[in-house]
């Protein structure tokens, strides 16, 4: 590495630098390196003209370097400024684009796609560029079409197919293009996870500005930084590694009915018709950049602190664009996060929701682990079956036994000698021990909301359809907790809603009643309906 501590550089760009944004903002990135390296940077501003004017131009048309230095100014300036395009019909024009060539599963979805694209063109302006997953149950459904008319629209594209870890952090570090990354499925699939550990935490590290990849550089091992953050799309079947997907924002698509029709794709015709568009948002990119970096948009109370931060980007500029954009991004937001939690749920929030209805279907507080484990491995959701049904059925629940354990210990829940109603002592599980990992881990409504089974005027006792109970907080504990309360007392669910749980619900009232009386020795005063809530 050249020392440059007290150096004078003059650097030199066309005279179309403050017309283009990327140069400008290339311009910008190597004035910032060459000021880490302590250099005295001089920036040269060739005269403009009706052509672009080059270097070797100026100094092929007679120029000396007296007069190139004389061109030279110690201050980076400013692009000429003006007014903003309008920001809300580019939005509609990428959009409509979309909406030509690719068949989506919602409006939340195409919504999305458009402000994701848009935001490629200022992302440098942003702490956080979210990544945008596309992907379907099956081949066939559009992926690598939408990634072909993305690449048509977003700034500096560069789309791949499993390149190498180094291919990658030289790319992105050399150029920070938008990366449209193909067949991630084959990159992550099944029995490739160790091999492609390294590519995973380049990508979990890309979507922050400032993170860098080390590395030991040529034959003296010089330790270098890579920056490594730059806007991606990663298409591919089925689903990605739970800590990219954390980063991302899901585009689910389905495969086409007959009823969807779409324009045939011809790419070289398209991208005549994308360049005015993608220029037209270049240029507001340009001029929108200050803006955008002061931005601190309001984010939907729905969403999780993660996904929130990833679509700030994205709501900052429905916000500048107005018109129906921000609320249209805000759904979008709220309903595309939405889905991700009913869908993504990892294997120890699938296990904690089982284990619950576990709990409310024996109808007590405290379950052996040969029961929960027979439970779990009755279900027709999760693992549980492949994983332990064998086992479980020949009697052989120890390997099993220790699975769970494992699973369940990193919530800080661990089994212990529990006594049967019939005075045996065996190893199991208390309920109240998951109460607070219920909280965390099965939200559903606010925590001041929680638990107030017991307040007519909440719970809705005399007939109404507000419900303000937690899912977490079943029948059976809306029971043991009255009982507690009130030594009088139980609520059970008597008139479940219509489709969701109807044959259950019943059985669980006569379950409570039996448990209230075995439990607490106390006569049941009555048993107040409430609208059933689908476990």
Known sequence: MIT??????????????????????ALRRFAAFLGTREARVHFVYLPTGEAKVGLDDYLAAGHTVEDLLACAADELRAPASGPLPALAGLLDQVEAFLRRFVAFASSHQVTACALWIAHTHPFERFDVS??????????????????????????????????????????????????LLDEVDAIFGRGNDNAHEPLRALLNAGNRRGVTVPRCI???????????????????????PDTVADRSIPIRLQRRA????????????????????????????????DVLE????????????????????????ADLASSEWPRRAREAAVALHGDTLAQDETVGVVLLRATREAFAAAGTDRITTADLLTAL?????????????????????????????????????????VRLDDGKVAKGYVLADFEGTFVRYLPSLPPESRYNATTP???????QDTVATDPLCSDLEIGRQSLQDTGSSVVASSNAREGNGTAMAPLLSEQLVAYAVRRFGSPVAEIRPHPWQDQ
Do not use: C
Not at 457 to 463: E, K, L
């Open 218 to 240: 040529g034959d003296d091992n010089h330790l270098t930084d890579f920056e490594v953050f730059t806007p991606r799309v990663l298409a591919g079947i089925g689903t990605i």
């Open 377 to 417: 491995v009755d279900r027709d959701d999760g693992p549980w079956a492949e994983w332990w049904g064998k086992a479980v059925a020949d009697g052989n629940t120890r390997g099993p036994a220790a699975r769970l354990s494992r699973l369940l210990r990193r919530y800080g829940i661990t089994s212990k000698n």
């Open 294 to 317: 002061r931005a601190r948009p309001v984010v939907p109370e729905a969403l999780a602190d993660r996904a929130g931060e990833l679509w700030e980007p994205l709501l900052a500029i």
């Open 4 to 25: 440059l501590n007290g150096r004078d550089v003059f650097v030199v760009f066309d005279s179309d630098v403050m017309m283009k944004p990327e140069v400008y903002a």
């Open 130 to 179: 979210p990544f945008l997953h596309v992907s379907s149950p099956e081949k066939q459904s559009g992926k690598t079409r939408l990634l072909e008319v993305t690449e048509l629209l977003v700034r500096k594209n560069w789309r791949v197919i499993s390149p190498s870890e180094a291919v990658l952090f030289r790319k992105i570090d050399a150029e920070h293009p938008t990366l």
């Open 457 to 463: 005027d909440i719970q809705g006792f005399a007939g």
């Open 258 to 289: 007959a009823h969807e029709p779409v324009e045939r794709f011809r790419f070289r015709e398209a991208s005549e018709e994308a360049r005015p568009v993608r220029e037209a948002l270049e240029r507001w990119a340009f001029a929108a950049g």
